[in-house]
């Protein structure tokens, strides 16, 4: 045996080891369901934790803009005449830009990532987002609608985990951001507020590409979108649209202008108002990871999501008739059973269009859902300041989710006649879900 056979082969350095760690985070991944679609479902949570979270934290920014622009003192920004102009009404406008730009933007989003993959869509969109741009729709859109493309068996329960985060947020964020806007100002907690949104550029470095395959080209600008258009023109996917869209009105009704009631209308202490969102968003959490393991035993993926619904409706409609904190606590754990629909709404268009046009289907589902969302905290506003209370606006809120969840029935019907693509393709066997180029796919 000669000394070159006897020769070890040294260990590789500190800086070569780096170097592989690299390789393998940039190089695409085939597995489902394997511990790196785990990595990439924290990754999602973690992006909804900081976006969503910080959205839904507005309403500590609420109150503080009101006395800023509306009035100097409690009875001021309780009062239904402090303005001719609308100040609650427009005030509201403040936080509902930032998320309508960020869904409304959805499809634009989608495109987007069939065109350039998830990771460098995402990465471009922390930086904006961190800027005060329009990049919370980069951020959103492909973190959530491409999860699917992860997992395979645990797949409702993994998206409802990573949608948890927009309300696990609102838990820490809203007291975090209250201390900082008590301690060093309203602006201030602005500033924090885009400093951690830096955080999810490192999340989008997570998202590996999926089902590499070099024989397929990037799709032209006429390709994609025609797969925008082709989901809306699915018909299941579009009643199931119009009646998920609904029950959007109320979501940042409630956020927006639930602590302000209990403040104005019942005396309730700021703090015990602000905890009144903590409550919702813990149950809504809860509700969501339960209803994503429920989704993924059952083939009606859309019966969890209706029930959760109608709760919601009969909730907003019994509002006008709460008279004690403690009623306003009930209120807000109907509405967190509620709010968990965005959590389990997110498997339904995978189940209805198919794997390869659901980023583009979420896309839309974001659009239309933001156009409704975006009425609820203005129009609350603009009720309180026309009639002193908020109750019209909850009877429209309530009334709207009945309907919702009553019109999905009409699934039921459609369902014999043009099964989910999901059963006729993606549970017979895994699929590439979206391909995108030589170099980078979901």
Same mark, same amino acid.
């Given at each position: 045996?000669?000394?070159?056979?006897?020769?070890?082969?040294?260990?590789?350095?500190?800086?070569?080891? @780096?170097?592989? !760690?690299?390789?393998?985070?940039?190089?695409?991944?085939?597995? =489902?369901?394997?511990?790196?679609?785990?990595?990439?479902?924290?990754?999602?949570?973690?992006?909804?934790?900081?976006?969503?979270?910080?959205?839904?934290?507005?309403?500590?920014?609420?109150?503080?803009?009101?006395?800023? &622009?509306?009035?100097?003192?409690?009875?001021?920004?309780?009062? !239904?005449?402090?303005?001719?102009?609308?100040? !609650?009404?427009?005030?509201?406008?403040?936080? #509902?830009?930032?998320?309508? *730009? %960020?869904?409304?933007?959805?499809?634009?989003?989608?495109?987007?990532?069939?065109?350039?993959?998830?990771?460098?869509?995402?990465?471009?969109?922390?930086?904006?987002?961190?800027?005060?741009?329009?990049?919370?729709?980069?951020?959103?859109?492909?973190?959530?609608?491409?999860?699917?493309? &992860?997992?395979?068996?645990?797949?409702?329960?993994?998206?409802?985990?990573?949608?948890?985060?927009?309300?696990?947020?609102?838990?820490?964020?809203?007291?975090?951001?209250?201390?900082?806007?008590?301690?060093?100002?309203?602006?201030?907690? /602005?500033?924090?507020?885009?400093?951690?949104?830096?955080?999810?550029?490192?999340?989008?470095?997570?998202?590996?590409?999926?089902?590499?395959?070099?024989?397929? %080209?990037?799709?032209?600008?006429?390709?994609?979108?025609?797969?925008?258009?082709?989901?809306? @023109?699915?018909?299941?996917?579009?009643?199931?649209?119009?009646?998920?869209?609904?029950?959007?009105?109320?979501?940042?009704?409630?956020?927006?202008?639930?602590?302000?009631?209990?403040?104005?209308?019942?005396?309730?202490?700021?703090?015990?108002?602000? #905890?009144?969102?903590?409550?919702?968003?813990?149950?809504?959490?809860?509700?969501?990871?339960?209803?994503?393991?429920?989704?993924?035993?059952?083939? #009606?993926?859309?019966?969890? *999501?209706?029930? =959760?619904?109608?709760?919601?409706?009969?909730?907003?409609?019994?509002?006008?008739?709460?008279?004690?904190?403690?009623?306003?606590?009930?209120?807000?754990?109907?509405?967190?059973?509620?709010?968990?629909?965005?959590?389990?709404?997110?498997?339904?268009?995978?189940? *209805?269009?198919?794997?390869?046009?659901?980023?583009?289907?979420?896309?839309?589902?974001? /659009?239309?859902?933001?156009?409704?969302?975006?009425?609820?905290?203005?129009?609350?506003?603009?009720? &309180?300041?026309?009639?002193?209370? &908020?109750? *019209?606006?909850?009877?429209?809120?309530?009334?709207?989710?009945?309907?919702?969840?009553?019109?999905?029935?009409?699934?039921?019907?459609?369902?014999?006649?043009?099964?989910?693509?999901?059963?006729?393709?993606?549970?017979?066997?895994?699929?590439?879900?979206?391909?995108?180029?030589?170099?980078?796919?979901?």
């Amino acid at each position: 045996m000669t000394s070159s056979q006897n020769v070890v082969k040294p260990t590789a350095v500190p800086s070569e080891r @780096r170097r592989r !760690s690299i390789k393998v985070l940039m190089q695409p991944t085939k597995a =489902v369901d394997s511990g790196w679609s785990w990595i990439v479902c924290m990754a999602s949570f973690t992006t909804n934790f900081i976006l969503l979270g910080t959205f839904g934290s507005f309403g500590v920014l609420y109150v503080q803009l009101l006395e800023l &622009y509306g009035g100097s003192n409690h009875t001021d920004i309780c009062s !239904s005449k402090n303005s001719t102009t609308s100040v !609650s009404g427009q005030t509201a406008w403040i936080g #509902n830009q930032a998320t309508l *730009l %960020t869904f409304s933007l959805g499809p634009l989003s989608a495109a987007l990532v069939v065109r350039w993959g998830v990771r460098p869509v995402v990465t471009a969109g922390a930086v904006l987002f961190s800027a005060g741009g329009l990049g919370g729709s980069m951020i959103y859109t492909p973190t959530v609608g491409s999860l699917p493309a &992860y997992f395979q068996e645990r797949k409702a329960f993994a998206i409802s985990f990573a949608q948890s985060g927009r309300f696990l947020g609102n838990v820490v964020l809203v007291p975090i951001f209250t201390m900082i806007r008590d301690s060093y100002g309203w602006r201030s907690q /602005c500033i924090f507020m885009g400093s951690i949104g830096l955080l999810v550029l490192i999340m989008g470095l997570l998202y590996r590409p999926r089902h590499l395959q070099p024989d397929v %080209t990037k799709p032209s600008v006429k390709d994609i979108i025609v797969g925008l258009c082709r989901s809306q @023109r699915h018909i299941r996917f579009s009643v199931w649209l119009w009646a998920v869209t609904l029950h959007f009105f109320q979501i940042f009704l409630v956020l927006f202008h639930l602590g302000r009631h209990a403040e104005c209308k019942m005396g309730v202490d700021p703090t015990k108002g602000g #905890n009144l969102i903590i409550y919702l968003s813990l149950v809504a959490a809860i509700c969501g990871m339960i209803g994503g393991i429920v989704q993924d035993h059952i083939t #009606n993926k859309m019966l969890p *999501l209706q029930l =959760v619904i109608f709760i919601g409706g009969v909730a907003n409609l019994s509002f006008p008739s709460l008279t004690t904190y403690s009623h306003l606590v009930g209120f807000a754990i109907l509405i967190g059973i509620a709010d968990s629909f965005l959590s389990l709404m997110s498997i339904i268009p995978q189940h *209805l269009v198919g794997s390869k046009e659901a980023v583009n289907a979420f896309g839309v589902l974001a /659009c239309w859902g933001a156009m409704a969302s975006s009425l609820g905290g203005p129009a609350g506003g603009w009720v &309180y300041d026309t009639y002193g209370s &908020y109750d *019209l606006a909850f009877y429209l809120a309530g009334s709207a989710s009945i309907i919702s969840s009553l019109l999905m029935f009409t699934d039921y019907i459609f369902a014999r006649r043009v099964p989910a693509v999901e059963q006729k393709q993606d549970e017979r066997k895994p699929v590439p879900d979206i391909v995108l180029s030589k170099e980078t796919s979901i």
